[in-house]
């Protein structure tokens, strides 16, 4: 999207933040506003996952800052580069750049360790020996404090202990690294959390290198600290973790004090959003794969036909809030007929055809007419669309005993146009063996080209979309439907794949599409006219075998 277009980020609690911070005297008086974007390569990004890269984005771009892209691959049981390049892809695509400013969470594992072994001379942590279910037997909870035998152990044995899990000595499990603050904090992430872990697998980075991890809550402060990131904007689950985020840069002799601000997450009905549910469709052949244009993935999306434009608008118009909401699936789709009905080009697709013959129209003979691409943009252009004798039009723009009010084809029916050609009138039909209308006969009238009859008379049928039998390409098209029936898939109590839409997905053969869609390019939209709005998959489809998906139909329900 060209700079001069992008919408600028509206004012939001979280730049009411930032505006008191950079104002005079304020804690970052006179600095560059820097923010991050730090997902886990665990898996693809999701619509979700925009939200935030909106707002960590879009906010650096308001402020005239910068912002970080970072890996934070600090769990290597899932990451893989395969996520790395893809997450990458899927951020440009949406529009955005992090220039030079590229980071691993694993580039800091050393720096990590080193103030790890800080605190422990500090005495503010220590290897502990408590096993996972032992670590909740003495949890405590709410008036009860939490304890631990091993709080006490002396610095010098749990130095020795922490360099001997670092150099592999001890099998995951046997011991962790605790943070010490307070065992009767009412807030249970301060109750000596675990900083450190032992886990012995190969990292995608790192290779064999480490095989202690740094949990998420240590390491993060610490990365947006090294990287002095002076606003980090993340999800409202993280609001209960910002005293062990504060906890952790005060006890670290860190070069920066970055300050954590928390949203709502974005929530979205017939849907779910869990990168471990998500991989779970994928793994068990729910879907093609993450990319399935079912799926809430930005590659998935993508490739059923959304742009950067509709997912941009649909971020800033839900707005940035601390209040949790859902929102209706409907008003992404809304978000994305506004944009598509200004940009994408009309072309005419027949989906379930039936042969039309106009016995009137002389054989052999063909023309061509020009039809515009976008109704009220005349710089989008024509098309030339060729027409001839035989034609294909819809199956269900005919039917031979005509239902009240139904102002399409039928045997002595009304006129109906023909887009951009002739009126024509229904004289007939012809049927096979077992009484299926294979082809329907209709008259023309010479005298009104471009569809406007000569003498101005009014027309009482429908206009129609049809395609030349001549030059007509086969296709291949795929009408999508929400991947999940229930509106709530993750409530409750609820196995969210008994909540699959067993309907979330139409293949019809045998489509009839103009001439000029044989090359589509993967980029293109367009408005199958009456139908929806469509682009060619980006991995199925070929010259030889055309295939499109339908990225919403032209129906609006949602309502503001």
């Given amino acids: 999207?060209?700079?001069?277009?992008?919408?600028?980020?509206?004012?939001?609690?979280?730049?009411?933040?930032?505006?008191?911070?950079?104002?005079?005297?304020?804690?970052?008086?006179?600095?560059?506003?820097?923010?991050?974007?730090?997902?886990?390569?665990?898996?693809?990004?999701?619509?979700?996952?925009?939200?935030?890269?909106?707002?960590?984005?879009?906010?650096?771009?308001?402020?005239?800052?910068?912002?970080?892209?970072?890996?934070?691959?600090?769990?290597?049981?899932?990451?893989?580069?395969?996520?790395?390049?893809?997450?990458?892809?899927?951020?440009?695509?949406?529009?955005?750049?992090?220039?030079?400013?590229?980071?691993?969470?694993?580039?800091?594992?050393?720096?990590?360790?080193?103030?790890?072994?800080?605190?422990?001379?500090?005495?503010?942590?220590?290897?502990?020996?408590?096993?996972?279910?032992?670590?909740?037997?003495?949890?405590?909870?709410?008036?009860?404090?939490?304890?631990?035998?091993?709080?006490?152990?002396?610095?010098?044995?749990?130095?020795?202990?922490?360099?001997?899990?670092?150099?592999?000595?001890?099998?995951?499990?046997?011991?962790?690294?605790?943070?010490?603050?307070?065992?009767?904090?009412?807030?249970?992430?301060?109750?000596?959390?675990?900083?450190?872990?032992?886990?012995?697998?190969?990292?995608?980075?790192?290779?064999?290198?480490?095989?202690?991890?740094?949990?998420?809550?240590?390491?993060?402060?610490?990365?947006?600290?090294?990287?002095?990131?002076?606003?980090?904007?993340?999800?409202?689950?993280?609001?209960?973790?910002?005293?062990?985020?504060?906890?952790?840069?005060?006890?670290?002799?860190?070069?920066?004090?970055?300050?954590?601000?928390?949203?709502?997450?974005?929530?979205?009905?017939?849907?779910?959003?869990?990168?471990?549910?998500?991989?779970?469709?994928?793994?068990?052949?729910?879907?093609?794969?993450?990319?399935?244009?079912?799926?809430?993935?930005?590659?998935?999306?993508?490739?059923?036909?959304?742009?950067?434009?509709?997912?941009?608008?649909?971020?800033?118009?839900?707005?940035?809030?601390k209040a949790a909401s859902v929102v209706e699936f409907g008003f992404l789709e809304h978000c994305l007929r506004e944009d598509l009905n200004r940009t994408a080009r009309r072309v005419m697709a027949v989906l379930r055809p039936v042969k039309l013959t106009i016995t009137n129209y002389p054989e052999g003979r063909s023309e061509t007419f020009e039809v515009e691409n976008i109704p009220g943009d005349p710089g989008a252009g024509t098309r030339p669309v060729t027409f001839s004798r035989n034609l294909w039009v819809e199956a269900e723009d005919f039917l031979e005993e005509p239902v009240p009010k139904y102002k399409r084809l039928y045997p002595g029916g009304p006129e109906c146009r023909l887009k951009g050609a002739y009126l024509v009138t229904c004289t007939g039909c012809v049927k096979d063996d077992e009484g299926n209308v294979t082809e329907i006969l209709a008259t023309y009238d010479p005298d009104s080209k471009g569809g406007d009859p000569a003498d101005g008379r009014k027309v009482k049928g429908a206009t129609l979309h049809w395609v030349d039998a001549a030059t007509a390409l086969d296709a291949e098209v795929r009408l999508y439907d929400n991947l999940f029936a229930d509106e709530a898939p993750d409530a409750g109590d609820k196995n969210f794949l008994d909540c699959l839409n067993p309907n979330s997905l139409e293949i019809l053969t045998g489509c009839k599409v103009e001439a000029g869609l044989g090359e589509p390019k993967p980029e293109d939209r367009f408005q199958f006219m009456r139908q929806g709005y469509f682009c060619a998959d980006s991995k199925d489809s070929s010259p030889a075998h055309l295939v499109f998906n339908r990225a919403v139909s032209l129906k609006d329900s949602f309502k503001f």
């Fill in 1 to 321: 999207m060209p700079e001069e277009t992008k919408p600028v980020m509206s004012q939001n609690f979280i730049h009411d933040f930032i505006d008191e911070d950079i104002a005079k005297g304020g804690q970052y008086e006179g600095m560059t506003v820097h923010t991050r974007f730090p997902p886990e390569p665990n898996g693809y990004l999701h619509i979700g996952h925009a939200k935030a890269i909106f707002i960590d984005f879009g906010t650096a771009e308001k402020y005239g800052g910068m912002c970080n892209l970072r890996m934070d691959d600090t769990n290597p049981t899932k990451e893989d580069e395969e996520y790395v390049d893809a997450i990458q892809e899927d951020i440009h695509w949406l529009g955005y750049d992090w220039g030079d400013r590229f980071y691993f969470a694993s580039d800091y594992f050393d720096k990590m360790y080193e103030y790890a072994v800080e605190l422990i001379k500090k005495g503010l942590a220590y290897v502990c020996e408590l096993t996972p279910e032992e670590f909740k037997a003495h949890r405590g909870d709410v008036g009860t404090p939490a304890t631990s035998p091993w709080r006490d152990r002396p610095v010098e044995e749990s130095l020795d202990l922490f360099q001997r899990m670092k150099d592999g000595e001890f099998p995951n499990g046997k011991y962790t690294l605790r943070a010490k603050i307070d065992l009767a904090s009412g807030n249970f992430n301060m109750r000596d959390p675990v900083i450190y872990r032992i886990n012995h697998m190969r990292h995608h980075r790192q290779g064999d290198k480490w095989c202690i991890y740094p949990m998420y809550d240590f390491a993060h402060p610490l990365e947006d600290a090294l990287e002095g990131i002076t606003h980090s904007l993340c999800s409202l689950e993280f609001e209960d973790h910002r005293p062990l985020y504060d906890w952790v840069i005060q006890n670290c002799p860190v070069p920066s004090k970055p300050r954590q601000i928390e949203f709502a997450r974005l929530g979205i009905n017939y849907t779910v959003m869990s990168k471990r549910k998500l991989r779970q469709l994928v793994e068990e052949g729910k879907v093609s794969g993450w990319d399935d244009p079912r799926m809430p993935t930005l590659c998935g999306l993508r490739r059923r036909g959304y742009t950067p434009a509709a997912i941009r608008d649909f971020s800033e118009r839900n707005g940035v809030t």
